[in-house]
């Protein structure tokens, strides 16, 4: 979503009437490559760009191909295959080894609906949202290529491929369900063919810090750094510039618990009471939160445990697949910023339901097949 927003903010910088731009997008992978589907630059016609499609070895070619899109108007793919031997193949020297399609979309400043206006009615929300993005077209009509398709215009996608909506629908829905985007390819009864990337992209996380002390300030930096949405609840009295500048809203630990939840939220709870994280990990248990993170030695969670038990409390707390305690990954953390990297790595993890563990020991590749 960073990605997305720094793409936006571009945008609404630009003067068009001495700049025109074209949005790349990475829309195939085969084999490996730096970036994923979905990954995005923004490219102007005077050579500047921001966002990325790889590691850096392709953006130089992708910003003459973004040249020529925008010189003719119209859009188009480019194949980058890296997968050969071949010391002048762009991309080889960085050991890729893959291949992946870009699709380069001249963008219409006064087209209302244009692919970035599109971008911008989907960043404040807090859901997961299904993008489709026409990739190619045989024996249909061209014009569609690179346009973009929401839930709420899927009946004008329909009707201008000529397919039934539930079709597509059935489509959408498997994305939702494994929450990896896919391309699909759609042919109707006249014969026309066309490939369409439905995408799933996740709203920023939304990270609940709880405390005031003076790693919660070091935990701001990499969390703004990631593109997170920041909330911090303790002291309002102790709360840094630092929490000030970042945090989307501060609150009282008495408002801490009315905080609203959904399903990209990660809590972290280091205020460095017992009896303040006690009470709050009570109710927060009650409530729908996909992670719940807790500074401290296991001694302290295993005191909570007994605690709860003596209240006659039925939690096994080991056994909740949400709950984090102690919170972070066993990277070795000892100061505030190394803590702050352990923990904002396991929220990462959790979300993408990885182990964490390290890559040499993963079998297989690195990114999951599409």
Sequence with gaps: MKEIENIIQRYENIDFSKEKTALGTLVKVEGSAYRRIGARMYVSDNGNWV???SGGCLEGDALKRAKI?????????VVYDTTEDDP?????????????????????????????????????????TILLQVLSIQDGNKNMLGKF??????SDLAKEIDIAQDEILQKI????????????????????????????????IKLVCIGDNYDVNAFMGIANELGWEIHVAGKPRKFSKIIHRY??????????VNIEFDDYTAVVMMSHDYKTDFNLLKKYLTKEIPYIGMLGPKKRFLKMQEDLNDAGEIIDLDKLPNLFAPVGID???????EIALSVAGEIIAVFRKRNAGFLKNRA?????RL
């Design 51 to 53: 966002g990325g499609i």
């Design 69 to 77: 899109a925008i010189l003719k108007n119209e859009s188009s793919i």
């Design 88 to 128: 002048h193949q762009i991309g080889v020297g960085l050991g890729c080894n893959g291949r992946i399609e870009v699709l380069f979309t001249p963008i219409d400043s006064n087209d209302d609906n244009n692919q970035i206006e599109f971008l911008k009615n989907i960043t404040n929300r807090r859901e997961a």
């Design 149 to 154: 398709y929401a839930r709420e215009n899927l």
């Design 173 to 204: 829905a498997t994305v939702i369900h494994r929450r990896k985007s896919r391309v699909y390819t759609f042919k109707n009864e006249k014969g026309a063919q066309y490939e369409i990337l439905v995408e799933l992209i996740r709203p920023k």
């Design 247 to 256: 945090a989307e809203k501060t609150y009282s630990l008495e408002e801490a």
């Design 331 to 337: 990277i070795g953390a000892e100061s505030p910023e």
């Design 364 to 368: 297989g590749s690195i990114h999951e």
